[in-house]
Nanobody, 123 residues
Framework: QVQLVESGGGLVQAGGSLRLSCTASGRTSSTDIMGWFRQAPGKEREFVAAVTWSAHTYYADSVKGRFTVSKDNGKNTVYLQMNSLKPEDTAVYYC?????????????????WGQGTQVTVSS
């Protein structure tokens, strides 16, 4: 089993920044893929960003150039630095771990999930 705990959400004005953290414990592996998803009220959970075991990164088009995903293997922690935030970025953000070797953008591709952290961007 793997436990994922997110932190760092909050309320910020448009144009501001937040950094989310996700710490993994339990059966972690350096070969997993760590992803960030978000879900706004009434909408489906959507892919935001991911980082692979080789530190290759992927982003949704809507956040490319504004968000940066990174990881610290020594701390079993993945980060999502969010800059130039927009009101449409408001959502619950989830950290997820995928133990397959193939990157995927669908929520179903991921095996473990955190509890989520709320990000609210005011206009």
């Amino acid at each position: 089993q793997v436990q994922l705990v997110e932190s760092g959400g909050g309320l910020v004005q448009a144009g501001g920044s937040l950094r989310l953290s996700c710490t993994a414990s339990g059966r972690t592996s350096s070969t997993d893929i760590m992803g960030w998803f978000r879900q706004a009220p009434g909408k489906e959970r959507e892919f935001v960003a991911a980082v692979t075991w080789s530190a290759h990164t992927y982003y949704a088009d809507s956040v490319k150039g504004r968000f940066t995903v990174s990881k610290d293997n020594g701390k079993n922690t993945v980060y999502l630095q969010m800059n130039s935030l927009k009101p449409e970025d408001t959502a619950v953000y989830y950290c997820a771990a995928d133990y397959s070797i193939n990157f995927g953008r669908k929520a179903a591709d991921y095996d473990y999930w955190g509890q989520g952290t709320q990000v609210t961007v005011s206009s």
